[in-house]
Each structure stands twice: as structure tokens, then as C-alpha cells.
């Protein structure tokens, strides 16, 4: 029953997928990270299943690519996209630590939160049209492995603020359970990316993500002084497109 409690609170925490309500407790958020990375599973899956459906519908390459990008912020509510704008927000405002926090809690929406959203969404679409439709199954890989690497910094990163929801989870998680959970996903990840686009694509997924991943260790801790949830979403997003743009890469280049 714990478990199960888990996996609703992070499924009800970082997707819109229906789940049945449970409380909040310190019990039930000790192993809610261990569930997180399904989500990008969940996601692989709609691909998949999206993949099929263009095929047997003839559909457009147009809305074929459009409906692409849909599929993830669908899926997650935009929880993650959130956080990347907020930060963007922060960040392009050159001001000190203190300053950036605060426009991290700014619920207003900057001009380059909207700029950025923009070039993003344009960014995956251009990476997405080059992802052969028999090859979509290396975006389970991709999402679950952005996931793994997200919820691995939570309980490891040091935390910027006290209070927030990355704190929250950092706080009542089981670390040590969290860990290595995360690096059975991460390798998981890397095999599903090796089957459906091959070991190539998987050491280019795999190389953006590190590289993704080491810059916003660098970038937490120099800026804000370490992480937030707001931070975590930033990263997620960012390596979800460079890993798509690597994959992308891959495939243009017929290896």
C-alpha cells in the first residue's frame, strides 16, 4: 500500500494522468521519486502509439510535428515547461543571487519566459521532424532518462531555498533508495534508446544528458546557490531537447 501510495503522489505530482487521491505524508513521499521516471515511460508510450496513428492516417508531416510537441507538455500538464520559463526569466536578468530567487517566485510572466517558450517549442519541432516514425521509441528513453537524472540532483544537489517542492522531496525522500533506483533507470533508459535507434543514438542521448546535466550542477550552484524545483524543470526540459537533438542529429546523418 506504501508503494502504491508513492506512485500516486508522483504521478498526481508531475502528470495529468488520473490518479486516486491519497494523502501527502512524509510516509508516502519517502520513495514518491522512485516513481517519477515511469512518467517518461508514459510518455515513450504515446509516441509510440502517436507513431502508429500518423502512419495509418497519412497524416500531414506538419501536424505530424505539431501534435509531437504537444504530446509531453499533454502529458505532464506543462509542470516541467513551467519551471524552464520561470528560470529563463531569472537568468536573463543578469542580477545577483537574491534577485533571481525572488523572480523564481514571481507568479508574472517575463518577456523572455514568452521569448524562450518560442524558440524551445521551434527547437524540439525541428529536431522531432528528424526522428523517423519507426524510430520514435527512443523517446522513452530520452524522457525516462532526463527523469532519472532530475530526480537523482534532488537528493543530491544542495538546495537553494528551505522550503519549496524540490525541498519537500528532497527532505522526506529515501536517498539512498532514490539513488539507486535512478541509475537502474538511467541504464534502463540507455537500452530502450539502444534498441529503438541504436547504440550510436543511445551514446549521443547519453553524452547530451551528461553534458546538460554537468551544466546545470555548475549553473545552480554559481547562480542560485543550488537547486529548486523551478531549476529541476529548467534541466529537464533542456535535456530532453538536446537529447532529441542528438538523436535527430544521429538519424540525419544515416549512422
Not at 545552480?220 to 534541466?235: H, P, Q, S, V
Amino acid at each position: 500500500m506504501r508503494w502504491l501510495r508513492s506512485f500516486a503522489i508522483a504521478f498526481s505530482m508531475y502528470s495529468k494522468i488520473p490518479m486516486p487521491r491519497v494523502s501527502w505524508s512524509d510516509e508516502g513521499m519517502k520513495y514518491a521519486l522512485c516513481f517519477f521516471p515511469l512518467i517518461g515511460l508514459v510518455i515513450g508510450g504515446v509516441y509510440l502509439l502517436f507513431g502508429r496513428a500518423a502512419e495509418a492516417l497519412d497524416l500531414a508531416e506538419t501536424a505530424r510535428v505539431c501534435i509531437g510537441v504537444l504530446i509531453p507538455l499533454a502529458v505532464t500538464g506543462g509542470i516541467h515547461m513551467d519551471g524552464y520559463l520561470d528560470t529563463a526569466d531569472a537568468r536573463c536578468s543578469y542580477g545577483d543571487r537574491e534577485k533571481k530567487l525572488e523572480i523564481l517566485k514571481d507568479p508574472h510572466t517575463g518577456a523572455f519566459a514568452v521569448i524562450r517558450c518560442g524558440m524551445y517549442l521551434l527547437g524540439f519541432a525541428a529536431a522531432f521532424s528528424l526522428i523517423p516514425g519507426d524510430r520514435l521509441g527512443v523517446t522513452a528513453g530520452i524522457f525516462t532518462l532526463s527523469r532519472a537524472l532530475s530526480g537523482w540532483a534532488v537528493v543530491t544537489f544542495p538546495k537553494a531555498k528551505k522550503d519549496g517542492l524540490a525541498a519537500s522531496f528532497s527532505r522526506t525522500a529515501a536517498e539512498r533508495a532514490v539513488q539507486g533506483t535512478m541509475i537502474v533507470y538511467a541504464a534502463g533508459a540507455l537500452c530502450l534508446t539502444a534498441a529503438a535507434g541504436g547504440v550510436f543514438c543511445a551514446c549521443a542521448c547519453g553524452a547530451a544528458a551528461a553534458a546538460v546535466f554537468a551544466a546545470y550542477r555548475r549553473m545552480a550552484l554559481k547562480e542560485f546557490g543550488g537547486m529548486t524545483g523551478d531549476l529541476a524543470g529548467y534541466f529537464l526540459q533542456r535535456a530532453e531537447l538536446w537529447q532529441l537533438a542528438a538523436a535527430a542529429a544521429v538519424f540525419a546523418a544515416g549512422i
